[in-house]
C-alpha cells in the first residue's frame, strides 16, 4: 500500500488547519486526541460536531486510525467521501453553513458515506451494538454490522480502525475483523461517490480518543 497521508494526531500543532463544525473542546494527552462536547447535551444535535481533515483525498483509498472510548453515551462516526452535492469543495462558500446537526450532514447539500460505530446514545443503540453505514444525500442505510467494542467500562487501550473504500466497495474492520461490506453500484442509491474529505464525528456527552491516522492509496 502507498502512505499518501499520516497524521498522529498528538498535538494542537498537528489538527492546526483542521476544521471544527460545531463546539467542541478538542484537547490531548499521552500524544492522543481527545474529543467532548463543549454544550449540554440537553441542546440535542446542537451540541454535536464535526472534525474535518483539511485534506481532499482520491476515490479508492484505505483509512486507517486508532480510536479508545472513554465515556458513554454517545456515538462516533466518520465521514469520508464528502463533497458539495455539485462537486464542490466541501469548504465551498456556496454551500449552506453546518454546525454539527446531522440533518445537515446527511439531507443538506453534501453528499457523503459515513460510518457509525461505538453507537451507544439511544436506548436501542445501547442493547443491540451496531456498525452503520449510510449513504448521503437521503440517508441511506445501506450494510450494518455487530460492533465487536465493549461498553468502556471493558474497553482495550486501542482499536484498530480501517475502512476500505475501493472501486465502489465499502469494508469496515476493527482490529483485523471484518465488520461489514457493501458494493455501491451506482444505480440504486445514486452515483458511486469519488473522491473527497474525511472528518470525525461525535455525538455529547460521549469523549473519545484518537490517534494515528493513515490513509493509503487502495492500489490492485
Known sequence: MK???ENKLSCAADVKDFVLEGSADIYFENGKMCMKNALSP???QKSNFVFWCDRDFPEDIIIEWKFRPIEEPGLAIMFFA???CGGEDLFDPSLAPRDGRY???HSGDINAYHISYFRRKWEEERGFHTCNLRKSKGFYLVAQGADP???CAD???EYDMRIIKKKGKIAFVINDLPVFSWFDDGKEYGAVLGGGKIGFRQ???MIGEYWDL???LAEE
Open 103 to 105: 440533518e445537515l450532514y
Open 82 to 84: 464528502a463533497k458539495g
Open 42 to 44: 440537553e441542546l440535542g
Open 3 to 5: 502512505l499518501i497521508y
Open 155 to 157: 474497553a482495550f487501550e
Open 149 to 151: 467494542i465493549p461498553d
Open 214 to 216: 493513515k490513509v493509503y
Open 203 to 205: 455525538m455529547a456527552p
